[in-house]
């Protein structure tokens, strides 16, 4: 009897990264707060990265595919929001583009592939308003958390 492999679903992971006591700083968290809440399919896993850095390299192990949420600092208006994948920041200029967890993501990226890892990554950022010390977010950026999540859900369907 010959056996039909079942198509496995690709596994994913969101992460969110920043500093919940640095207002904005911590959007991706916030991010991955709210998609805890909803009803996820069985190959997606959330994961507050925090600012961990290289230590996340653990977590990226065995994942097809990386869906970080950050933010950056594009000198835009606060809000706006970016697609960007891992290797059009290396290209960009540090002044025009420039996120606040960049290198140790960069970095961890950069060994996950030296030590086999195969997935894609990409980034979803936001401009900032507030890096300052609090634990709320600014109003431009409370207001796109919808359109946030909603970018994030279509990402894991694609």
Same mark, same amino acid.
């Given at each position: 009897?010959v056996?039909?492999?079942?198509?496995?679903?690709?596994?994913? #992971?969101?992460m969110?990264? &920043?500093? #919940?006591l640095?207002? +904005?700083?911590g959007? &991706?968290?916030?991010?991955?707060?709210? #998609?805890?809440?909803?009803?996820l399919?069985?190959?997606?896993?959330?994961?507050?990265g925090?600012?961990?850095?290289?230590?996340?390299? &653990?977590?990226?192990?065995?994942?097809?595919k #990386?869906?970080?949420? +950050?933010?950056?600092?594009?000198?835009?208006?606060?809000?706006k929001?970016?697609? *960007?994948k891992?290797?059009?920041?290396?290209?960009?200029s540090?002044?025009?583009?420039l996120?606040?967890?960049?290198?140790?993501?960069?970095e961890?990226?950069?060994?996950?592939e030296?030590?086999?890892?195969k997935?894609?990554?990409?980034?979803?950022?936001?401009?900032?308003?507030?890096?300052?010390?609090?634990?709320e977010?600014?109003?431009?950026?409370?207001?796109k *958390?919808?359109?946030?999540?909603?970018?994030?859900?279509?990402?894991?369907?694609?």
């Open positions: 009897m056996k039909i492999k079942e198509k496995r679903s690709k596994k994913i #992971l969101i969110g990264v &920043g500093n #919940l640095l207002k +904005d700083e959007f &991706g968290i916030h991010i991955v707060r709210e #998609l805890k809440k909803l009803e399919p069985e190959n997606v896993e959330l994961l507050d925090g600012v961990l850095g290289p230590n996340l390299l &653990g977590y990226i192990e065995d994942i097809e #990386l869906i970080v949420v +950050d933010i950056v600092n594009a000198t835009m208006k606060p809000g929001i970016f697609r *960007i891992p290797e059009q920041i290396k290209n960009k540090q002044k025009s583009f996120s606040f967890h960049q290198i140790g993501l960069l961890t990226l950069n060994m996950a030296i030590l086999g890892g997935f894609e990554t990409i980034i979803f950022a936001i401009q900032p308003k507030s890096i300052e010390m609090g634990m977010l600014s109003e431009e950026l409370k207001e *958390i919808p359109e946030m999540i909603k970018l994030v859900l279509d990402e894991i369907k694609n």
